[in-house]
């Protein structure tokens, strides 16, 4: 009923930028919370940045200053904007995405595919 599909990623040298995108689609009556998480090899999965339907946006220590997330209502698609990325953060990176259908009462959570990000010279 609730598909999301992740664009973006790949390999980048350090220093360079990425974006990545996630786009929600089915029988979606409201979104809600949107956010970003990774797990690198032998992590755990982590938040890297979320952001409200109204409200201030989260971001992990680590990557604040460096990365940006949006969102587009009109599009339910929520981006994430990495710039000044280190080998630190090569991770499979996540979108979640907190949502009600239009077949439910509650809001559910929904998970993106994952995409491979790489940080390498």
């Known amino acids: 009923q609730v598909q999301l599909v992740q664009s973006g990623g790949g390999l980048v040298q350090p220093g360079g930028s990425l974006r990545l995108s996630c786009a929600a689609s089915g029988s979606i009556f409201s979104i809600y919370a949107m956010g970003w998480y990774r797990q690198a090899p032998g992590k755990q999965r982590e938040l890297v940045a979320s952001?409200?339907?109204?409200?201030?946006?989260k971001y992990a220590d680590s990557v604040k200053g460096r990365f940006t997330i949006s969102r587009d209502n009109a599009k339910n698609t929520v981006y994430l904007q990495m710039n000044s990325l280190r080998p630190e953060d090569t991770a499979v990176y996540y979108c979640n995405i907190d949502l009600r259908t239009y077949t439910s009462d509650y809001v559910e959570d929904f998970w993106g595919q994952g995409t491979q990000v790489t940080v390498s010279s």
């Open positions: 952001i409200p339907y109204g409200g201030s946006t």
